[in-house]
């Protein structure tokens, strides 16, 4: 009996005790949750977008699909072939890729100059992998675009649609299309990254008014279409910015305006008139100082083409002396705008020449005549 007793008593010391401890626990304060809890109760459940959102990537999709299946027949996949010399075996064959795009349904076709310079031989690939011979009807350097004629169908090419490159945006979306690495007919898609850049060609013209795109623009993309949305050219694919020779996102393109204002000449003469003042000059500051002290920016008229506009308009080239060992300048004008644009370079003078006037047309340089400024008109010819 004494045990039983015992036991009770314990059992009933538990219970108490148990009870104790239970509502002690809830008078604990609670622990402040941990940051993985706090971050599981925040980050929201993923869901599917709705399907107005997939709506709208389906559209630009099928946009770009449909318009490459349209457009990438008339995009050519160029190949130049031409001798150069080994000095180990002597004369070898050398060839280059590149691309084109139909300009006309009489067969002629838009590139780079770069792509076909001095070739003996140009050949075409169309869209259903015949081969043609190409001939080279025009080449301008100065804005590397050619044009080659393939004796085709009339209804053989289809023409690209000439796009308007005034009109261009940063931001807006492009498509290139051309045979990088000789791949053909590829497609990279990006935006425009900048508007009126200045770029050097191989021959050494500046193009002024470049397009830059971060669509992938590699070599054997050069003579492609930059295409807008719609499938309408803006520009010719010409160069890439790329220590490695790969695209990293900064390509150019020479714009469309300046294809429709070279291409019908090289189509009808075999070659583009640009406009020239007929001088030679040096950078003021760069090149030369007249004096030690001398802060003048311009181009100092080194010499003048006889026959030419700035000679019958009675520009005065330096006279050049040397004396013990040193040129030394004497007089000559000195230019400092063109029709109100200052111009302190060579580049600045070409640009405003080409975007300004055409041979035969008039501008108005403001010159520097020893300590006086005036004004003289001179008729452009041609280079």
Same mark, same amino acid.
């Given at each position: 009996?004494?045990?039983?007793?015992?036991?009770?008593? +314990?059992?009933?010391?538990?219970?108490?005790?148990?009870?104790?401890?239970?509502?002690?626990?809830?008078?604990?304060?609670? #622990?402040? @949750?941990?940051?993985?809890?706090?971050?599981?109760?925040?980050?929201?459940?993923?869901?599917? @977008?709705?399907?107005?959102?997939?709506?709208?990537?389906?559209?630009?999709?099928?946009?770009?699909?449909?318009?490459?299946?349209?457009?990438? %027949?008339? +995009?050519?996949?160029?190949? &130049?072939?031409?001798?150069?010399?080994?000095?180990?075996?002597?004369?070898? %064959?050398?060839?280059?890729?590149? #691309?084109?795009?139909?300009?006309?349904?009489?067969?002629?076709?838009?590139?780079?100059?770069?792509?076909?310079?001095?070739? $003996?031989?140009?050949?075409?690939?169309?869209?259903?992998?015949?081969?043609?011979?190409?001939?080279?009807?025009?080449?301008? %350097?100065?804005?590397?675009?050619?044009? !080659?004629?393939?004796?085709?169908?009339?209804?053989?090419?289809?023409?690209?649609?000439?796009?308007?490159?005034?009109?261009?945006?940063?931001?807006? #979306? +492009?498509?290139?299309?051309?045979? %990088?690495?000789? !791949?053909?007919?590829?497609?990279?898609?990006?935006?425009? &990254?900048?508007?009126?850049?200045?770029?050097?060609?191989?021959?050494?013209?500046?193009?002024?008014?470049?397009?830059?795109?971060?669509?992938?623009?590699?070599?054997?993309?050069?003579?492609?279409?930059?295409?807008?949305?719609?499938?309408?050219?803006?520009?010719?694919?010409?160069?890439? $910015?790329?220590?490695?020779?790969?695209?990293?996102?900064?390509?150019?393109?020479?714009?469309?305006?300046?294809?429709?204002?070279?291409?019908?000449?090289?189509?009808?003469?075999?070659?583009?008139?640009?406009? #020239?003042?007929?001088?030679?000059?040096?950078?003021?500051?760069?090149?030369?100082?007249?004096?030690?002290?001398?802060?003048?920016?311009?181009? !100092?008229?080194?010499?003048?083409?006889?026959?030419?506009?700035?000679?019958?308009?009675?520009?005065?080239?330096?006279?050049?002396?040397?004396?013990?060992?040193?040129?030394?300048?004497?007089?000559?004008?000195?230019?400092?705008?063109?029709?109100?644009?200052?111009?302190?370079?060579?580049?600045?003078?070409?640009?405003?020449?080409?975007?300004?006037?055409?041979?035969?047309?008039?501008?108005?340089?403001?010159?520097?005549?020893?300590?006086?400024?005036?004004?003289?008109?001179?008729? !452009?010819?041609?280079?």
């Amino acid at each position: 009996m004494r045990s039983r007793f015992i036991l009770m008593l +314990v059992f009933a010391a538990g219970l108490v005790l148990g009870a104790a401890l239970f509502m002690y626990g809830f008078a604990l304060p609670q #622990s402040a @949750p941990s940051l993985a809890q706090e971050m599981a109760t925040l980050a929201p459940t993923p869901v599917l @977008p709705g399907d107005d959102v997939f709506a709208q990537a389906d559209a630009h999709d099928q946009i770009v699909a449909t318009l490459y299946q349209r457009v990438s %027949p008339s +995009v050519l996949h160029i190949t &130049s072939r031409a001798q150069a010399f080994s000095p180990f075996y002597g004369v070898v %064959p050398r060839e280059g890729t590149g #691309s084109g795009f139909a300009y006309d349904d009489q067969g002629h076709i838009v590139t780079n100059n770069h792509v076909v310079a001095n070739a $003996n031989e140009v050949s075409v690939v169309l869209a259903d992998g015949t081969t043609l011979d190409a001939e080279v009807v025009g080449t301008d %350097p100065y804005y590397d675009l050619a044009v !080659l004629h393939v004796d085709v169908a009339a209804n053989g090419l289809t023409p690209l649609e000439l796009g308007d490159s005034t009109n261009l945006m940063v931001g807006q #979306s +492009v498509i290139a299309i051309g045979n %990088p690495f000789g !791949l053909d007919r590829t497609l990279t898609t990006g935006v425009i &990254s900048a508007l009126g850049r200045q770029i050097q060609t191989e021959q050494g013209g500046i193009i002024g008014e470049a397009i830059q795109t971060d669509a992938a623009i590699n070599p054997g993309n050069s003579g492609g279409p930059l295409l807008d949305l719609r499938g309408r050219v803006v520009g010719i694919n010409t160069a890439i $910015n790329s220590p490695s020779g790969g695209s990293v996102g900064i390509g150019f393109a020479v714009p469309v305006d300046i294809i429709r204002q070279v291409v019908p000449a090289l189509i009808s003469d075999g070659h583009y008139a640009h406009p #020239s003042l007929g001088v030679q000059v040096a950078e003021l500051g760069r090149e030369v100082r007249l004096r030690a002290d001398d802060t003048r920016q311009g181009l !100092l008229i080194v010499d003048i083409s006889a026959g030419s506009g700035a000679q019958a308009a009675g520009l005065q080239a330096a006279d050049i002396t040397v004396q013990r060992g040193r040129y030394v300048i004497n007089g000559g004008d000195i230019i400092t705008a063109i029709n109100g644009v200052p111009v302190t370079t060579r580049n600045d003078m070409q640009l405003q020449l080409e975007q300004q006037a055409k041979p035969g047309d008039s501008v108005t340089l403001t010159i520097l005549r020893d300590t006086t400024t005036i004004d003289v008109t001179v008729t !452009l010819g041609a280079q």
